[in-house]
């Protein structure tokens, strides 16, 4: 499942590949899952509109529309209903989802949901066999919670401190920070020193300051890795592979920890595996 820094990386491979371009029709397969906006919506908002950029927010990634210069308005045409206003395309891939810039004469894959003609000759298609991936238009998408990479240690003390639930569940609470799974959580707390079940509340200033900078830390540098398989990534193979980012603790359960080699250990918290060394976590 991509994760914030893949994320990032696709919707800035995507950025420098497609900005600018004009999506001239859209395809919407039949399968309901996909579409969270309806079909009608997304081909209205989209068809006709040039893609101003492209960006991340949270692991959403928003195509940000402008109307189309050059085209003469077709008076038989039927009214769009956000072409004059701020209008945007979201992707969310969910588990399996992919975007693909292909030649129109590249085969279409299975499960492909959305093809998307651009002025430049190419198409833009979302494929997602497993369909947890979802596709909507708005006019001025919010996700929940802040960005990660741009909180202040102000506003993050303000959201982490005091709560009593365990560091890890706040910091997989999508209303609290958005985009921070399972692995860069569990990385995040080990460079911190923190074990997963630490309550929040019980967690110094100091040590929250040391979580902010691991988390900012573990992001920046996975994204740095993924940026050059980017191609690989959004090209018609799809998912091969991204470069990650080396885990310290995610995955290791029983291999000796990388600073003092005590074996790492696995708990479940909240449905969801954790992983940590119990010698360098306190
Ligand atoms: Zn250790």
Not at 11 to 23: E, F, P, Q, T
Not at 44 to 49: F, I, K, P, V
Not at 105 to 115: M, N, S
Not at 165 to 182: C, D, E, F, H, Y
Request: proline share 5%; hydrophobic share 35%; with cysteine.
């Amino acid at each position: 499942m991509p994760e914030l820094p893949e994320v990032e990386t696709i919707a800035r491979g995507l950025a420098k590949r497609v900005s600018g371009d004009v999506i001239e029709s859209v395809w919407l397969g039949q399968k309901k899952e996909p579409l969270k906006s309806s079909a009608a919506e997304i081909s209205a908002t989209l068809e006709q509109s040039r893609i101003a950029a492209v960006r991340r927010m949270g692991k959403h990634i928003v195509f940000d529309l402008a109307p189309a210069n050059g085209r003469k308005p077709n008076s038989r045409m039927k009214p769009k209903p956000f072409q004059q206003k701020k209008a945007q395309w979201i992707v969310h891939l969910g588990m399996t989802g992919s975007l693909r810039i292909c030649e129109p004469q590249t085969e279409i894959a299975k499960h492909t949901h959305a093809i998307l003609k651009l002025s430049s000759g190419r198409e833009l298609r979302f494929v997602d066999p497993r369909r947890f991936g979802r596709l909507s238009v708005s006019t001025q998408f919010d996700a929940a919670g802040v960005e990660p990479l741009e909180v202040d240690l102000d506003r993050f003390l303000t959201l982490f401190r005091g709560r009593n639930t365990p560091i890890k569940s706040a910091l997989l609470n999508q209303n609290l920070l958005r985009g921070v799974g399972n692995i860069y959580a569990d990385e995040s707390l080990f460079r911190a020193g923190l074990r997963p079940r630490r309550r929040a509340s019980s967690i110094t200033r100091e040590q929250l300051r040391q979580l902010l900078l691991a988390v900012k830390q573990v992001l920046t540098e996975a994204i740095a890795l993924g940026g050059s398989s980017i191609s690989d990534y959004v090209d018609a193979e799809g998912e091969e592979g991204f470069f990650q980012l080396q885990h310290r603790v995610y995955g290791r359960e029983g291999e000796p920890c990388l600073v003092c080699k005590t074996p790492i250990k696995r708990v479940v918290i909240a449905g969801r595996s954790s992983h940590y060394c119990p010698s360098c976590q306190k």
